[in-house]
């Protein structure tokens, strides 16, 4: 029989047992005492905890990215557009040349995630959305000459001498990156090593543009008597400048990276992981993100 929680042969009837109470006191108290042991045994190394990484989570997470943006490419479609249906533009390919040299920029990046995870004894496997908030902003400018030869379309013995100049200008901020991943890791005690990959979504603004400005010389063969000049017609001094650009424009792409997760708790972790993101070109612009982040969470 339980009095009061103690023993019967524990509760004190008369004063002359009341050495015999306290000793079963202190045995009662000893009780806790081993369990709160157990519990330290963990921190100590002196016992393995098992760790249920399976289940819904979420959390926070900061960082810092670094963009190589390559805006070699951003003025093909005006420099296309000013010189279309052009013999020099079909022959020359003039559209193709890189004008603009790559920019980089840096930033400091806040986010979040939350994702599910399912356990196969070691293995675990989830997906995971993920988004960072950044300010990337770069821009970049400069302008190239080429002088050639171009005989299409005119009279036998006539060439016209070309020199062309290409100018552009092209800025791109990149603001929010969200990110749907697919993570595999490995269970370790207490860490959970992992590798993710999957799809990148970005939104940003843009704005480029290029002029282009040509003149053009007829020089004839040398022949007896003389080939007179072509009679220079209103085309051959030329420029124009295009313009393109947009608001809350989308980049689409792939993420993939390396992390691992730390359990601080049964349903408390911290993070760290390191990640790379590739972005189709947009608008002729090709963006690559390299980012370090550090991150807590909570397991639901």
């Known amino acids: 029989m339980i009095a009061g929680g103690w023993p019967l042969d524990c509760v004190p009837k008369t004063k002359g047992r009341l050495m015999r109470w306290l000793i079963c006191a202190l045995a009662a108290l000893a009780l806790p005492g081993r369990a709160y042991a157990d ?3 963990v921190l100590r190394g002196t016992q393995t905890a098992t760790y249920h990484w399976g289940g819904f989570y979420g959390g926070a997470q900061g960082g810092f990215s670094s963009a190589n943006i390559n805006f070699g490419s951003a003025a ?4 296309a557009f000013i010189l279309r249906q052009t013999a020099i533009e079909a022959d020359q390919n003039i559209s193709s040349w890189t004008v603009l040299p790559t920019g980089r920029a840096n930033s400091a ?10 356990e196969w004894e070691d293995l675990i496997l989830g997906l995971e959305v993920n988004y960072n908030h950044v300010s990337l902003s770069a821009s970049s400018s400069d302008a190239l000459t080429r002088s050639f030869t171009d005989s299409t379309n005119l009279p036998a013995g006539h060439h016209y001498f070309y020199t062309v ?4 200008q ?5 603001t929010d990156i969200a990110e749907l991943r697919g993570r595999a890791g490995w269970e370790n005690g207490i860490f959970l090593p992992y590798l993710f990959a999957g799809f990148a979504l970005g939104r940003g603004n843009y704005l480029t543009s290029a002029n ?4 053009a010389v007829d020089t004839p063969d040398v022949q007896t008597p003389p080939t007179p000049q072509l009679t220079p ?3 051959l001094a030329f420029a124009a400048t295009q313009t393109n650009g947009q608001n809350n424009a989308l980049l689409y792409g792939f993420a993939v990276g390396v992390g691992t997760d730390v359990a601080l708790a049964q349903n408390i972790f911290v993070r760290g992981e390191l990640e ?3 972005f189709a070109q947009l608008n002729g612009i090709l963006v690559s993100i390299s980012s370090a982040r550090v991150g807590a969470g909570v397991k639901f």
């Open 39 to 41: 519990d330290f045994a």
């Open 76 to 79: 093909q479609s005006q420099i």
């Open 109 to 118: 990046s806040v986010g979040g995630f939350i994702g599910y995870n399912t």
């Open 165 to 168: 100049t290409v100018g552009a």
């Open 170 to 174: 092209s800025s791109l901020q990149l």
């Open 212 to 215: 282009v400005s040509y003149t």
């Open 233 to 235: 017609l209103p085309d």
């Open 276 to 278: 790379y993101i590739q």
